[in-house]
């Protein structure tokens, strides 16, 4: 929010002016701490939605570790403060065990800071009062406002004529900044780059962020779309070379979050952010995105999109299309008609298919199936929603042991995407991903470097370019394509997949210094853990796989990180016990991820059982990985070295590595 704007919120007697930083009953002030402030503002933003212990206090102490009984404290500071006794609940609601939300009914004004310290008679109310019809509290004419108008600047915008016209042009101006959720938490931060964070990219391609549309109305059942309208536009906008939009991986974490735009823009490292709310009241829907310059702080497109709830589709459709008009690109002629409204699909089907996204980004693959089968059902002809199915199969496949039929209808759901839509990114991307992990690399590479021949800026397509080329063993290029994936978007699959060619290369605190600082993820805590468990730090590395197999013991990779964990605890045989089950269960269900495969090779070796890690080590290299370069000086296999069974099945791979290499560079 522009440092001449402040944020007014009136709840019962009582005035919370963020510009004066006071809370007041009438025009009396009542004494806080700063912290007991800002607990209170917090709640207050929160427009009656459940806060939750940790989310207030990662918002309130950042950068520090502190009890539960710090947020208990400052709780119970605000209710001194409101008047409120622990049982009366007038304003603060405790969610037993979960957090608090704050219950009372909230009137916001955003007046500039010269007067947020007096009452503004007659001014209009940003949010609505929970009895209040939301989509009737934002005016439908705000849309008037310049759209090249600073953030900074849009406030003083004025109407002549009568004092009471004069504020409400003060206040239909500020509702440009109202809607935009970066000002939620604006008091709180600065307006500055993080100490440490990356430099904002102004030159070269312009760089947007869709960030998740933020629900007004706390109601779960509609919450779903602030996701997957938003994945929806960067689907949209993934076949523009001019632009190098962030995936949906990278914006998934700003859910339901307040959202400050320097450092989230830092954190993106994007230039541009695309940022938005939704209210939905039965059959209607209002969307408010705009697009904002960071640099420059300028609105460079604001709209509100009032439609039907059964037209959900021309989101994408307008929103991508202004982007593209907002920052001014020129697109080629198949980049102009994939930005073409889409072709028809059945409403409902399209809510089963955001559903199904959106449920799929929570890694819940078997709900996410249902929906969007159910979504298929109903029209067969939506590409994209084979495209997610087919993901979605093979997720399941690979983490939760779906096994050989969720990898044929994986296969199946690509190719039937393709046939409806034959140049879609989507499915080439997923499929070419399946082909890598089922054994078929060389099939992949060719999928992979004729999208790339369309498209070369997109970071996807390098990624999994990368990865297709480490199984074949051409570890340099690999480690080459996943930086040039990241040089395009420093977040392409950084929660949830690692550059290996470093780890393979030996290249061992590289690789850590790739991985995010503090992601508390399964499969990256897993790879933490091994790169730690190569540079022999033992207690490291049990800390990391015992923190992976605690947060999913039905991941593989989690599953032979405790069996490593076993072996530095010399309990091998409960090590054995482990990786048994989960070779059993990989025969079961045909499961076909020989990179796994492999580090059940490794673990096995590790826990000396070579018999069970030469049978992993040829299932891995018959299934696919034959990254020949990293397996004949991998330390973790010296225990097999002296074995002949492994120089003949080392000969194999190197074969392997040689025809794949002789065919592709």
Known sequence: MSDNLARVFEFGPFILDTGQHVLRRGQEPIPLTPKTFDMLALLVMSRGRMLTKEELMRMLWPDSFVEESNLTQQISMVRRALGENAGDARYIVTIPGRGYRFAASVVEQI?????SSE????????????DQDPLSAAPLDIAVVDAE??????????TTGSPAKHVRG???????????LAVALAFLFRRTVPSGGRPFRTQGLPTVAILPFHNLQPDPRNDFLGFSLADAVITKLGYVSALTVRPSSAVEKYRNQIIDIPKVAADLDVNTLLMGNFVREGDRLRITPQLIDVKSQKILWRETLDLKYDNLLAVQDDVSVKIVQGLALNLSSSEAERLKSAAPVNPLAYEYYLRGIDLYSRNDFPTAIKMLEKSLEIDPKYALTWAHLGQAYQANASFNYGGRNQYRSAQAAYERALALDPDQIEARIFMANLFTDTGRVAESVP?????????????????????????????????AECERARQLDPGVKLNSSAINAYLYRGEYDKFLASLPESSDVAF????????????????????????AYKLDPNLMQAQVGKALSYAIAHQNQDGIALLREAERKIDQRDVRDPEALYKIAQAYAALGDPASALHALERSIDGGFFAYPYQKTDPLLDPLRTSPEFTRLLAISQARHEAFRARFF
């Open 111 to 115: 007046v500039p800071t010269a007067l």
């Open 119 to 130: 009452a503004l008679p007659g001014a209009s109310s940003v949010v609505a009062a929970p």
């Open 149 to 158: 108008v600073p953030i900074e600047q849009s406030a003083a915008l004025s």
């Open 170 to 180: 003060w206040i239909l101006a500020a509702i440009l900044v109202a809607v935009c």
């Open 447 to 479: 999928i992979l470097r004729h999208a790339l021949s369309t498209n070369p800026n997109h970071p996807e397509l390098h990624w999994e370019l990368g990865y297709a080329y480490r199984f074949g063993g051409m570890l340099d290029e690999s480690a």
């Open 524 to 547: 990256l805590m897993f790879y933490r853990g091994f790169a730690e468990y190569y540079r022999k730090n033992e207690t490291e590395a049990a800390t990391a796989f015992d923190r």
